[in-house]
């Protein structure tokens, strides 16, 4: 079955059986490995990707549902030469260990964002609930995540944000 999408701003059309869960579709047909096969029962979150602005484990996601949509990974967010606001924010707060959790989390922080652009901390920890991570860098993320929102914020108003490099 065809499948039209768009997948980080560009067109796609996959074929895939409509049943297949949209991580797999990344990663093995589109060659996007920043969503990570985790628990493959949407219990983790490092398949974590934004569907129309919003947040969703990629593994139990299947295709069918997401003719027409748009899709962002972690690769959407920026590149390694120019990593955008989120993906500097994690840099910069030195927010992973292992990192196999944090491209989850970023897409979710980053929706989170998206949606509430100044949350406090109790929403930013509510919004990172479905992202296991057993590195301990918790209190990194959270700092990123308040930094992301700080630079997007300042970025929307033309302001600057204050932060040193």
């Known amino acids: 079955m065809a499948i039209d999408l768009t997948v980080n701003g560009i067109p796609q059309r996959v ?70 606001p989120m993906q500097r924010a994690f840099i910069e707060e030195q927010a992973a260990q292992c990192g196999y959790c944090i491209p989850g989390m970023m897409m979710r922080a980053q929706a989170l964002l998206q949606e509430q652009p100044d949350p406090d901390d109790a929403a930013i920890r509510r919004a990172l609930e479905f992202n296991l991570c057993r590195c301990g860098t918790h209190m990194r993320i959270l700092r990123a995540i308040r930094r992301a929102a700080d630079t997007m914020r300042h970025a929307a108003t033309g302001a600057p944000n204050g932060r040193a490099g």
């Not at 589109?30 to 947040?55: E, I, P, Y």
């Open 15 to 84: 074929e895939a059986d409509p049943d297949t869960p949209l991580l797999y579709v990344l990663r093995d047909d589109l060659g996007l490995n920043g969503a990570k096969f985790g628990c493959g029962l949407g219990q983790c979150g490092s398949c974590t990707v934004m569907v129309d602005g919003r947040a969703v484990l990629s593994c139990v996601t299947p295709i069918l549902l997401l003719q027409g949509r748009s899709v962002t990974t972690v690769e959407g967010l920026g590149t390694a030469e120019a990593p955008g």
